[in-house]
């Protein structure tokens, strides 16, 4: 992501998406706003707090979205070259998920770390201490404390409105909204419903109405173009979804409103 390899920063990505692999490996954690990213053909938004595992070798896609702040720790072999205790450490939480999750306490610890790299960006020794704390406490959080937290797990619905927002025009698979919060889709589609008290599917559907509801009433688009705005695979099909749900065509809810 930079040409010239430092131990960490703090980056802004482009809104233009980036496709590359290093031949080492790199510890991603959102700062602040959101970015996008795919590894291994699995895709996943990235907000504060929230952070992914890139291997050596592994080709990943990466794009900013608006205003964002990324902290990027890499790890090639020379840094990690005889430091048998931080190697263990790498090791281990290599072996997880991709995608993790941050407590609040060691978001506010990333947060404090990385606000004296950004003052102090030229202090290489600083920086590598800041990044070697960060992943003694992220190996400790990720191995003994992410089982105890998912147990009482409530699904963010800001970051599942905001992915569905995003991708409301195109197909939405209960896998992919799964994936957005960090969760396997079985343990998601039970959380999702137990605290929604409907299915995702349903969610979506209702999201898609919501949006061609705004569409008919404040813009001249044509039933063509919301159809395919919300998602829809054809006009024919989305009239006939929104009759059934709201007793009255799109034209009719149009002159109506």
């Known amino acids: 992501m930079a040409s010239e390899l430092k131990h960490s920063q703090v980056i802004a990505l482009p809104s233009d998406t980036s496709l590359h692999a290093h031949d080492y490996r790199q510890v991603v954690?959102?700062?602040q706003g959101q970015t996008e990213?795919?590894?291994?053909?699995?895709?996943?938004?990235?907000?504060?707090?929230?952070?992914?595992?890139?291997?050596?070798?592994?080709?990943?896609?990466?794009?900013?979205i608006g205003q964002n702040e990324i902290l990027v720790i890499n790890l090639?072999?020379?840094?990690?070259?005889?430091?048998?205790?931080?190697k263990q450490k790498v090791e281990t939480l290599f072996r997880r998920d991709a995608y993790f999750q941050l407590d609040n306490q060691a978001q506010t610890l990333v947060r404090a770390l990385s606000a004296e790299m950004v003052a102090n960006p030229?202090?290489?020794?600083?920086?590598?201490?800041?990044?070697?704390t960060l992943l003694c406490v992220m190996e400790r959080h990720l191995r003994d404390q992410l089982p105890?937290?998912?147990?009482?797990?409530?699904?963010n619905m800001d970051v599942l409105d905001l992915?569905?927002?995003q991708h409301i025009n195109r197909k939405i698979?209960?896998?992919q909204m799964a994936g957005s919060v960090f969760l396997a889709e079985s343990q998601f589609h039970h959380l999702f419903k137990s605290q929604m008290g409907m299915t995702p599917h349903q969610y979506v559907l209702r999201k898609r109405f919501e949006l061609a509801q705004e569409l008919l009433c404040n813009s001249d688009m044509s039933l063509s173009q919301i159809s395919d705005s919300c998602g829809f695979a054809s006009q024919s099909g989305f009239t006939?979804?929104?009759s059934r749900f709201f007793g009255v065509s799109p034209a009719r809810y149009r002159q109506q409103h």
Do not use: K, W
């Not at 105890?148 to 699904?155: A, S």
């Open 240 to 242: 006939s979804a929104f």
């Open 163 to 165: 992915y569905i927002r």
């Open 173 to 175: 698979s209960v896998a």
């Open 29 to 31: 954690i959102g700062l």
């Open 37 to 64: 990213f795919e590894l291994s053909g699995r895709g996943n938004l990235v907000g504060p707090g929230q952070g992914c595992l890139v291997s050596e070798s592994e080709l990943h896609a990466f794009s900013g």
């Open 148 to 155: 105890t937290i998912r147990q009482h797990h409530r699904l």
């Open 122 to 132: 030229e202090d290489q020794l600083l920086g590598r201490a800041c990044a070697d």
């Open 76 to 86: 090639p072999e020379s840094v990690l070259h005889g430091e048998i205790t931080m």
